[in-house]
């Protein structure tokens, strides 16, 4: 029973691990400027964790067996503990997930402290039952007035979100059901949502954060690469939860001017 | 935390002792004889200790329950709420009116039955001290027929209740609902919360005086439901004078 | 009975008062309103049996949903997206609130509390009694909201505002939601009554010579757990009240403005973020609850089955008061992608790497204890050893979501799904089953059948790290949670066959679980007869008759001499010393 117990456990670890290490499913491609850091970290915990992982079921593993009951076992070892040991092995776990957590929040107070940049492109992400909202400022960088009065999806994106038309700064906002950013610039997003908590999740650029009714959230992030990137709601919103998708779509600046151009034309 | 033995000899609470009760049969001594309970009879004393710490733990969770209530209205009233039609934060704290006379009345009512309750609860703790002594045959300490502090205390529970519910009834006179606004929210959780939980303590009252008149149980165990009653009474008052300061801090 | 003769165990009779009077008579009073610590332990016991028996066919049909989401299923038929979520959300509930804070607790806690440490019952068995129905009466009132109009709540077990507050966000948000948090106030009532019995039996109720720190470490974790329990439930009530209010009254605790399907409402000014400070300042607390009985079982039975005392018994009951304790503080770990102050969720994360340290200390004593030990591999033993391997699996996942940094690619996947069934829902589990076949000889009398036994641990060991480990991949990949169908997001298609290999997974393993079923029933009336100590173990339960009497000792208080775990003492007759023989020179 201590070899069976031995075998198993340690085909458990060393099967997890594998497919720990040769991950056919793993963090999807990184795109945004935050992306090398956080997987730079996610990298350096799993590779601590996994040696603890490792040495702790192994030992296990190796106990059970080595110290099983036969006739020809030594009687126990009468000891109650070990207070060096346990003031050791005390300390150094301690060290090291500290030391892990403050190697990871340089990562988040860059994320997360401060504000976007004076340079990034505004855009307000509004999340509603079932399906994700775009709004760009237009020439004159600021949003214009929403009223839930005016909210009615049946009517196109605008409704959707109550643009009130009668606000002057709302004339040259856009509004889409898919997002578009221009690479290597920084988006200052601004989470709303209209009716219960979602949640806008890129994985692709590593983001994360969740909208609530009742709060504006500024977040920011740089998209580094090109491409087309699936948008996903992390917060359990109702029945259509697992089908409130949206698309992000990097493109170049330029693209990215024309494609403005051409909404703000379709507004005339 | 050193241990008690428990000690004394099994004794059928039915049979009360006629003499001063036998010795305690089994050896081991007399440690951890308090409470005033003599050779023969419970060992009262450690039940009412038991009792009390019971009743701290329960109070305990009571507190928290007012705790979460507490950093909810803090939280809540500090909250600005972001205003989608004009894009801008501001306060919906509606400002809280309540009717003082009302207020003081009630409030004096109960200060006024934590007294009466205070009262019986040492009436009985004297007659539990002195019930061994009134065993003796031949003995007797006169007819104790002592003010109905039990019954007097019940009263001005019930009165307190309907002055809540006087209280309650002119709020809403003034437009001052449970929906108003987040201020008469928890104005009304916070006095409805406690008027509830005065209501069990008047349930715990008719239950002591019930026990003492109805089910003959003994003045030691009558004690008991007495005197955590009367601390949770106390606790009752306590709360209700926390809850109005807290209301008038926030208003 | 005259005093023994001298340095000999002292023959005291009890004057505990709640037993100064003969066992009852009639089934009534024996088995349905009993005031027996042991009859109220064997109704929780049965009661979190039944639950945990729902709470996986609920999970069956989620995982079969997942893989054939046009299976149509007898009994309930096709099942729709919301009913998945109904599915879910009743899960979690039941599991987390009828099974794991109930078993344990209420069941074995109820049971071996008072006769560990010397008592002839629970300080209030009056209240004991009161607990446990009113839990019955949660659950009623929990599986009713199956039956109503619009069925179960859809919002998940964490029932996070605007979701859960507003009747008309989903289907099962009507009187369904409103039944679910009625039956979870219903649950904190209980609950606390539980935990200010558990409480005072264990600091008034100690027999001479049981010492706080000769206490066996079971009586600890159930101690600490109704600690926890007093402390945490008020503060879900408030919550749930408040919730209560939102739904019912038109109060706005917790809704801003809000439109749903086009209808604007009356509520402004709230904060879904209250809601989530309020309950997971119970929900946190609430998860050591499930998991420190298990770690008190686990440590009973390494003990005993290795024949060590427990490597280092103070470090394991200062890690358990240190987990407790910590447990308070680290709630916002929860909440870091919530819209929370990230100042606030650096805190949160330092706190809760901190609560990873007693965690690991006492994994280090269990692997301490079987060094060097003399390992038996009755089951008992093997579900203890299971334990060990899956908590170290399950909470070496913690310190990938206590960062916030990593919390951003994970929160809300599947990574923490597998995070918490391996602690949760497969080790606490371990912690259950090890005390089941453990003390199942003492409660009913007879031995479990072994060979059954290693066949359920088997299965169910490599069976559940089958269905959980492959999550913590899942996660990685981006695998969102709570998503009802795989067949919208393009990235999920490649996640499908591990979807599938864990539903494969979980056929096997909860068919498996039927093996413990049957072993449990035939063993009450088939099982070879115990003796009073079949393990040769040194707690209290173990000095007295097999199943224990009325009133736990016959008549007689125990004196207690040496700690709990006494075993392989040199010099001593036997290979295990009982906490009542004789004192030894080395007992601390």
Same mark, same amino acid.
């Given at each position: 029973?201590?070899?069976?117990?031995?075998?198993?456990?340690?085909?458990?670890?060393?099967?997890?691990?594998?497919?720990?290490?040769?991950?056919?499913?793993?963090?999807?491609?990184?795109?945004?400027?935050?992306?090398?850091?956080?997987?730079?970290?996610?990298?350096?915990?799993?590779?601590?964790?996994?040696?603890?992982?490792?040495?702790?079921?192994?030992?296990?593993?190796?106990?059970?067996?080595?110290?099983?009951?036969?006739?020809?076992?030594?009687?126990?070892?009468?000891?109650?503990?070990?207070?060096?040991?346990?003031?050791?092995?005390?300390?150094?776990?301690?060290?090291?997930?500290?030391?892990?957590?403050?190697?990871?929040?340089?990562?988040?107070?860059?994320?997360?402290?401060?504000?976007?940049?004076?340079?990034?492109?505004?855009?307000?992400?509004?999340?509603?039952?079932?399906?994700?909202?775009?709004?760009?400022?237009?020439?004159?960088?600021?949003?214009?007035?929403?009223?839930?009065?005016?909210?009615?999806?049946?009517?196109?994106?605008?409704?959707?979100?109550?643009?009130?038309?009668?606000?002057?700064?709302?004339?040259?906002?856009?509004?889409?059901?898919?997002?578009?950013?221009?690479?290597?610039?920084?988006?200052?997003?601004?989470?709303?949502?209209?009716?219960?908590?979602?949640?806008?999740?890129?994985?692709?650029?590593?983001?994360?954060?969740?909208?609530?009714?009742?709060?504006?959230?500024?977040?920011?992030?740089?998209?580094?690469?090109?491409?087309?990137?699936?948008?996903?709601?992390?917060?359990?919103?109702?029945?259509?939860?697992?089908?409130?998708?949206?698309?992000?779509?990097?493109?170049?600046?330029?693209?990215?001017?024309?494609?403005?151009?051409?909404?703000?034309?379709?507004?005339? | 935390?050193?241990?008690?033995?428990?000690?004394?000899?099994?004794?059928?609470?039915?049979?009360?002792?006629?003499?001063? &009760?036998?010795?305690?049969?089994?050896?081991?001594?007399? #440690? &951890? #004889?308090? %409470?005033?309970?003599?050779?023969?009879?419970? #060992?009262?004393?450690?039940?009412?200790?038991?009792?009390?710490?019971?009743?701290?733990?329960?109070?305990?969770?009571?507190?928290?329950?007012?705790?979460?209530?507490?950093?909810?209205?803090?939280?809540?009233? %500090?909250?600005?709420?972001?205003?989608?039609?004009?894009?801008?934060?501001?306060?919906?704290?509606?400002?809280?009116?309540?009717?003082?006379?009302?207020?003081?009345? #009630?409030?004096?009512?109960?200060?006024?039955?934590?007294?009466?309750?205070?009262?019986?609860?040492?009436?009985?703790?004297?007659?539990?001290?002195?019930?061994?002594?009134?065993?003796?045959?031949?003995?007797?300490?006169?007819?104790?027929?002592?003010?109905?502090?039990?019954?007097?205390?019940?009263?001005? &529970?019930?009165?307190?209740?309907?002055?809540?519910?006087?209280?309650?009834?002119?709020?809403?006179?003034?437009?001052?609902?449970?929906?108003?606004?987040?201020?008469?929210?928890?104005?009304?959780?916070?006095?409805?919360?406690?008027?509830?939980?005065?209501? %069990?303590?008047?349930?715990?009252?008719?239950?002591?005086?019930?026990?003492?008149?109805?089910?003959?149980?003994?003045?030691?165990?009558?004690?008991?439901?007495?005197?955590?009653?009367?601390?949770?009474?106390?606790?009752?008052?306590?709360?209700?004078?926390?809850?109005?300061?807290?209301?008038?801090?926030?208003? | 009975?005259?005093?023994?003769?001298?340095?000999?165990?002292?023959?005291?009779?009890?004057?505990?008062?709640?037993?100064?009077?003969?066992?009852?008579?009639?089934?009534?009073?024996?088995?349905?309103? $009993?005031?027996?610590? /042991?009859?109220?332990?064997?109704?929780?016991?049965?009661?979190?049996?039944?639950?945990?028996?729902?709470?996986?066919?609920?999970?069956?049909?989620?995982?079969?949903?997942?893989?054939?989401?046009?299976?149509?299923?007898?009994?309930?038929?096709?099942?729709?997206?919301?009913?998945?979520?109904?599915?879910?959300?009743?899960?979690?509930?039941?599991?987390?609130?009828?099974?794991?804070?109930?078993?344990?607790?209420?069941?074995?806690?109820?049971?071996?509390?008072?006769?560990?440490?010397?008592?002839?019952?629970?300080?209030?068995?009056?209240?004991?009694?009161?607990?446990?129905?009113?839990?019955?009466?949660?659950?009623?009132?929990?599986?009713?909201?199956?039956?109503?109009?619009?069925?179960?709540?859809? *919002?998940?077990?964490?029932?996070?505002?605007?979701?859960?507050?507003?009747?008309?966000?989903?289907?099962?948000?009507?009187?369904?939601?409103?039944?679910?948090?009625?039956?979870?106030?219903?649950?904190?009532?209980?609950?606390?009554?539980?935990?200010?019995?558990?409480?005072?039996?264990?600091?008034?109720?100690?027999?001479?010579?049981?010492?706080?720190?000769?206490?066996?470490?079971?009586?600890?974790?159930?101690?600490?757990?109704?600690?926890?329990?007093?402390?945490?439930?008020?503060?879900?009530?408030?919550?749930?009240?408040?919730?209560?209010?939102?739904?019912?009254?038109?109060?706005?605790?917790?809704?801003?403005?809000?439109?749903?399907?086009?209808?604007?409402?009356?509520?402004?000014?709230?904060?879904?973020?209250?809601?989530?400070?309020?309950?997971?300042?119970?929900?946190?607390?609430?998860?050591?609850?499930?998991?420190?009985?298990?770690?008190?079982?686990?440590?009973?039975?390494?003990?005993?089955?290795?024949?060590?005392?427990?490597?280092?018994?103070?470090?394991?009951?200062?890690?358990?008061?240190?987990?407790?304790?910590?447990?308070?503080?680290?709630?916002?770990?929860?909440?870091?992608?919530?819209?929370?102050?990230?100042? $606030?969720?650096?805190?949160?994360?330092?706190?809760?790497?901190?609560?990873?340290?007693?965690?690991?200390?006492?994994?280090?004593?269990?692997?301490?204890?079987?060094? /060097?030990?003399?390992?038996?591999?009755?089951?008992?033993?093997?579900?203890?050893?299971?334990?060990? $391997?899956?908590?170290?699996?399950?909470?070496?996942?913690?310190?990938?979501?206590?960062?916030?940094?990593?919390?951003?690619?994970?929160?809300?996947?599947?990574?923490?799904?597998?995070?918490?069934?391996?602690?949760?829902?497969?080790?606490?589990?371990?912690?259950?089953?090890?005390?089941?076949?453990?003390?199942?000889?003492?409660?009913?009398?007879?031995?479990?059948?072994?060979?059954?036994?290693?066949?359920?641990?088997?299965?169910?060991?490599?069976?559940?790290?089958?269905?959980?480990?492959?999550?913590?991949?899942?996660?990685?990949?981006?695998?969102?949670?709570?998503?009802?169908?795989?067949?919208?997001?393009?990235?999920?298609?490649?996640?499908?066959?591990?979807?599938?290999?864990?539903?494969?997974?979980?056929?096997?393993?909860?068919?498996?679980?039927?093996?413990?079923?049957?072993?449990?029933?035939?063993?009450?009336?088939?099982?070879?007869?115990?003796?009073?100590?079949?393990?040769?173990?040194?707690?209290?339960?173990?000095?007295?008759?097999?199943?224990?009497?009325?009133?736990?000792?016959?008549?007689?208080?125990?004196?207690? *001499?040496?700690?709990?775990?006494?075993?392989?003492?040199?010099?001593?007759?036997?290979?295990?010393?009982?906490?009542?023989?004789?004192?030894?020179?080395?007992?601390?």
């Amino acid at each position: 029973m201590g070899l069976a117990l031995l075998a198993v456990i340690w085909l458990i670890t060393f099967v997890s691990t594998y497919f720990f290490i040769w991950h056919p499913w793993w963090l999807p491609a990184g795109a945004s400027a935050a992306a090398a850091g956080i997987d730079h970290q996610f990298t350096f915990t799993y590779i601590v964790m996994g040696i603890v992982f490792v040495l702790a079921q192994c030992s296990l593993g190796l106990f059970v067996w080595m110290y099983r009951e036969r006739k020809s076992s030594p009687p126990a070892d009468y000891s109650h503990g070990n207070t060096t040991m346990e003031v050791v092995w005390t300390v150094l776990t301690a060290v090291l997930f500290v030391g892990m957590n403050l190697m990871g929040s340089k990562i988040w107070a860059a994320e997360r402290f401060a504000p976007a940049g004076d340079s990034a492109i505004p855009v307000e992400v509004t999340g509603m039952q079932f399906a994700w909202y775009f709004r760009y400022a237009g020439a004159d960088g600021k949003f214009g007035l929403t009223n839930p009065k005016l909210m009615d999806p049946s009517s196109g994106s605008e409704a959707a979100i109550g643009l009130d038309s009668n606000d002057p700064a709302s004339k040259d906002d856009v509004v889409t059901g898919t997002m578009m950013l221009p690479v290597n610039r920084q988006v200052d997003l601004t989470l709303r949502a209209v009716d219960v908590i979602h949640s806008f999740f890129v994985p692709n650029m590593r983001f994360k954060q969740d909208a609530v009714p009742g709060l504006a959230i500024h977040m920011h992030f740089t998209p580094t690469q090109v491409g087309d990137y699936e948008i996903a709601c992390a917060e359990l919103c109702g029945l259509g939860h697992y089908k409130m998708h949206g698309m992000l779509k990097v493109v170049s600046q330029e693209d990215f001017d024309k494609w403005l151009a051409a909404r703000e034309a379709e507004k005339q | 935390m050193s241990t008690l033995a428990p000690n004394l000899a099994i004794k059928d609470p039915r049979s009360r002792d006629a003499g001063g &009760g036998s010795p305690p049969s089994c050896g081991g001594g007399g #440690n &951890g #004889n308090e %409470g005033g309970a003599s050779n023969g009879s419970f #060992n009262y004393g450690e039940r009412l200790r038991r009792a009390r710490l019971g009743l701290v733990l329960g109070l305990t969770a009571v507190m928290m329950l007012f705790v979460g209530f507490t950093s909810a209205l803090l939280v809540r009233k %500090g909250l600005p709420s972001f205003d989608a039609q004009t894009n801008t934060y501001s306060r919906d704290w509606t400002t809280i009116r309540l009717p003082y006379t009302l207020l003081l009345v #009630n409030t004096f009512i109960l200060l006024l039955s934590s007294g009466t309750m205070e009262f019986a609860r040492r009436a009985i703790t004297r007659q539990a001290a002195l019930a061994p002594v009134k065993s003796i045959p031949g003995v007797s300490l006169g007819e104790e027929r002592g003010f109905p502090w039990l019954g007097t205390t019940v009263v001005l &529970g019930l009165g307190f209740l309907a002055g809540q519910l006087l209280l309650w009834q002119t709020l809403r006179a003034h437009d001052f609902f449970v929906y108003t606004s987040p201020s008469s929210s928890f104005t009304y959780l916070l006095f409805a919360t406690h008027a509830i939980h005065l209501a %069990g303590g008047i349930i715990a009252l008719m239950y002591a005086a019930v026990s003492s008149w109805l089910m003959h149980k003994p003045v030691e165990a009558q004690r008991i439901v007495v005197d955590v009653t009367a601390w949770y009474w106390h606790f009752m008052a306590l709360l209700w004078i926390y809850i109005v300061v807290l209301l008038m801090l926030v208003r | 009975m005259a005093r023994g003769a001298g340095g000999g165990e002292t023959i005291m009779a009890t004057s505990e008062v709640v037993h100064a009077h003969a066992a009852p008579q009639g089934f009534i009073r024996k088995y349905i309103f $009993s005031l027996d610590h /042991k009859v109220i332990g064997i109704q929780y016991f049965f009661l979190a049996l039944t639950a945990v028996w729902v709470g996986m066919i609920l999970s069956l049909f989620m995982r079969i949903h997942l893989i054939w989401p046009d299976a149509n299923l007898p009994l309930i038929g096709h099942i729709q997206p919301e009913a998945y979520l109904s599915l879910l959300t009743m899960h979690g509930t039941i599991m987390v609130f009828f099974v794991l804070t109930t078993a344990p607790q209420g069941g074995f806690g109820n049971y071996f509390l008072p006769i560990q440490i010397g008592a002839p019952d629970m300080a209030f068995p009056v209240l004991n009694m009161l607990s446990f129905w009113t839990t019955f009466v949660a659950m009623v009132v929990m599986l009713a909201s199956f039956f109503v109009a619009g069925g179960a709540p859809l *919002h998940g077990w964490t029932g996070y505002p605007p979701l859960s507050a507003i009747q008309s966000a989903g289907p099962g948000e009507g009187l369904g939601a409103d039944l679910w948090i009625t039956s979870i106030a219903i649950f904190c009532a209980a609950s606390l009554m539980g935990a200010l019995n558990f409480i005072t039996t264990t600091l008034d109720l100690r027999a001479k010579g049981m010492t706080l720190m000769r206490m066996p470490l079971t009586v600890w974790s159930w101690f600490i757990t109704a600690i926890l329990g007093l402390l945490a439930f008020g503060v879900l009530l408030s919550a749930g009240i408040l919730l209560l209010m939102d739904r019912n009254l038109g109060t706005s605790f917790f809704l801003p403005t809000i439109v749903v399907n086009g209808q604007l409402l009356g509520h402004k000014g709230g904060s879904p973020l209250l809601w989530q400070h309020l309950f997971w300042f119970f929900g946190h607390p609430e998860v050591y609850i499930a998991i420190l009985p298990g770690m008190g079982v686990a440590s009973q039975v390494l003990s005993t089955f290795s024949r060590k005392p427990i490597f280092g018994y103070r470090a394991m009951v200062y890690a358990m008061l240190a987990i407790g304790f910590l447990g308070f503080m680290v709630w916002g770990h929860h909440m870091f992608m919530s819209g929370m102050s990230p100042y $606030s969720a650096f805190a949160f994360s330092l706190l809760t790497m901190a609560i990873g340290v007693p965690s690991a200390i006492k994994t280090f004593n269990w692997l301490g204890t079987l060094y /060097k030990g003399r390992v038996r591999f009755f089951t008992p033993m093997l579900f203890a050893i299971g334990f060990v $391997s899956l908590f170290v699996s399950g909470g070496l996942s913690g310190p990938f979501l206590a960062q916030p940094t990593l919390d951003i690619p994970l929160h809300d996947t599947y990574f923490v799904v597998g995070h918490f069934h391996l602690i949760m829902g497969v080790a606490a589990i371990f912690g259950i089953f090890a005390a089941t076949y453990y003390w199942f000889p003492k409660m009913f009398g007879r031995m479990m059948s072994e060979p059954m036994g290693k066949i359920h641990f088997w299965i169910t060991f490599i069976g559940t790290y089958a269905i959980f480990m492959p999550m913590h991949y899942l996660g990685m990949a981006g695998h969102p949670r709570r998503y009802s169908q795989l067949t919208e997001l393009a990235y999920l298609h490649a996640l499908i066959p591990v979807q599938r290999f864990m539903t494969y997974a979980a056929f096997i393993t909860i068919g498996a679980q039927l093996i413990f079923v049957f072993n449990l029933f035939w063993s009450m009336f088939k099982g070879a007869k115990a003796s009073d100590n079949p393990w040769d173990a040194t707690t209290l339960e173990w000095t007295t008759a097999t199943p224990p009497p009325h009133d736990n000792f016959g008549g007689h208080t125990p004196v207690v *001499h040496n700690g709990p775990y006494e075993y392989g003492v040199p010099g001593a007759t036997r290979d295990f010393v009982m906490q009542t023989d004789p004192a030894i020179g080395a007992s601390h």
